[in-house]
């Protein structure tokens, strides 16, 4: 794996032979069959809080809406993949969650979506017809990648995946300490950050020869050990 950038926002790494563009918005876009992919959007998680009582902001879809805008004017993409979890709760299916995705779905009429199901879409079901998403069960194998949700090795493909919301603890020089979400690249796994804003994340341990890239002030940032 091998890596460039310059002043750019987002960071273009080789991956399996493959061009991907690292995106601060927390997604990967993959220049040769012009295909955007995101994991772990929750659509709907702000609502479910609330409706179990918990008294949460709202906005919060469509902030993760405009983010998928940004992208999509950016790159242009035919297809966008979801690795999984994109709705989080069956108490998020509300009408106001549904008519921002519908509304939002019709402004892209004519790109592709596709959602790789994950463990949170099989507790929440699919998105309504009229969001006019392809929903399937992974693994999805495309050229040389397994797209899916676990983040398990392949044999013979180099999976990309989601389902763990990455992050690190960087320290700075004066023992001060940030969380980032970041990309994380094993030597068989990729594993993208969560690109919902209503999200946790989990710390990683990445070993020796990963690659890591942190989201942090809108810019992808690489991270090599044994910084982390």
């Not at 008519?99 to 929440?124: T, Y």
């Not at 797209?147 to 320290?171: D, N, Q």
Request: aromatic content about 8%; glycine content about 10%.
């Amino acid at each position: 794996m091998s890596a460039e950038g310059d002043d750019a926002a987002e960071v273009v790494v080789e991956v399996a032979g493959e061009r991907l563009a690292l995106c601060p918005e927390r997604a990967v876009y993959w220049h040769a069959r012009r295909m955007l992919l995101v994991a772990d959007p929750h659509f709907g998680k702000a609502a479910a809080f609330r409706a179990l009582g918990v008294p949460v902001p709202r906005g919060t879809t469509i902030g993760t809406l405009a983010r998928l805008d940004a992208l999509i004017a950016r790159w242009a993409p035919q297809r966008l993949v979801f690795l999984g979890d994109f709705l989080h709760a069956r108490e998020g299916r509300t009408a106001e969650t549904f008519g921002a995705l519908a509304a939002w779905r019709g402004s892209h009429a004519s790109m592709e979506i596709l959602l790789v199901r994950g463990n949170h879409d099989r507790r929440a079901g699919d998105p309504p017809s009229e969001v006019r998403i392809e929903c399937v069960d992974g693994p999805l194998l495309e050229g040389p990648f397994t797209l899916t949700h676990h983040p398990r090795a392949v044999t013979g493909s180099y999976v990309l995946a989601g389902h763990m919301h990455p992050c690190v603890v960087l320290i700075g020089a004066a023992r001060q300490s940030e969380r980032l979400p970041c990309f994380h690249f094993g030597a068989d796994v990729g594993v993208l950050p969560a690109f919902g804003d209503f999200t946790g994340c989990m710390e990683i341990e990445p070993v020796e020869r990963d690659r890591v890239w942190v989201v942090a002030e809108g810019h992808v940032v690489p991270v090599t050990w044994p910084v982390l």
